[in-house]
């Protein structure tokens, strides 16, 4: 074996008595994440996880998807090699032949977790940044500004060499399956998910509910919905995603209510039909991406009156951000081509010309009340198709 991943995590550490339970759902995680990608051995030992590839043609890609892993803080190959400062010294000058190159400057950092190590870190970096220092023209040693920061790890049974550059950085967050589950409002958008993202960072379950307007939304705009769900299962590992049959009940506000009220009559039926799912498979909040004044229906009135028909928490992340901050956002999670594709959404087939911004809770329900609600929603709720999205690869 020459190389390893290294796995570093952040804020399990924390957990004091639970850490354990936390490592675990993490390493089955990981597990899960690169079981198809290749044959691997993975073990956790201070507070790190080692990862052997055994096909070393795989080692990158297991890195990849190891990116979008949450409760992993940074992820780094290294070189392997035995317990003495000779073979540590050579590991490091051949591993890091392609970052040492003339001009660049260096040091070296020991962590010696193995304390019978009879040198300590900083013996071990002073020997080693003297081994490369004589193996290497043009490169100068700097302590306070290097290029390449030489990482030395001694530890039970093995010593570690890699450059602390090459480091990947992680998610971040808690694992998967650590916080219980969440509902996410999931739109055809950019906003909803990047929503969906960032609850499933702290370690929360994603289901996914869709309200669907056949024949006004097309078969394309549902596959729309469905690849952005795969995109979210990429970091959950799987998402169920609900498609709720919309068009009975957006005819009924059309044709019996103020078109001015339109919109917000829509989202309280999509709120109500969104807890009822919850509450049946368990998820504990409803998460929308809604942002304070973004739009008429997200002006803090407006959301009262939404949020007044759910009793679950529902979970705005993005509530405090710009649209440039949630384009970036969903960006880096990889949605942001998909959610620009011009298919259209439930919502924008009946989007009235001058929705209220500033709506009274008592008009409004005066205004739904022309509708029989109940019914209109258990119609719904048995019409919904299951869909089981995995990652999209
Ligand atoms: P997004 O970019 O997520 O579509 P938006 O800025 O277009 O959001 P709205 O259309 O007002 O805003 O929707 C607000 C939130 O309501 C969305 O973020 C999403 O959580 C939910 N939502 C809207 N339309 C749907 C839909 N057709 N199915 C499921 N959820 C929806
Ligand atoms: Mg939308």
Redesign the pocket.
Known sequence: MKEIILVKYGEIILKGGNRSKFEKILIQNIANTIKNIAETKITIQQATVYIEVFDEDKIDIVCERLAKVFGIVSIVKARVCDKNIESIQKAAAEYLKDDLLPGKSFKVEAKRCDKRFPLNSIEIGMEVGGYLDDAYDGIVVDVHNPDITVRVEVRDVNAYVYARENRIKGQGGMPIGTGGKAT?????????PV?GHMIAKRGIDIDA????SFPYTSERAKEKVEELAAILAQYTSRVNLYIVP?TEIQLAIRDNCPEEHM?LIM?RF?MKIAERLAEKHHSSAL?????AG??A??TLMALNVTNSVVKMPVLRPLIGMDKIEIIERSQKIGAFET?ILPYE???TVFTPKHPTTKPKLFVIERSESKLDVDALIERALEGIEKIEIFPKL
């Not at 996410?184 to 909803?192: E, K």
């Not at 509910?209 to 669907?212: E, K, L, R």
């Not at 998460?287 to 942002?291: L, V, Y």
């Open positions: 996410l409002l999931l739109s055809g958008g950019i906003d909803s929503a509910v869709n309200f669907f919309f919109t989202r999509m998460i929308t991406g809604e942002s973004q739009v229906s997200q959610s959404d439930c919502c």
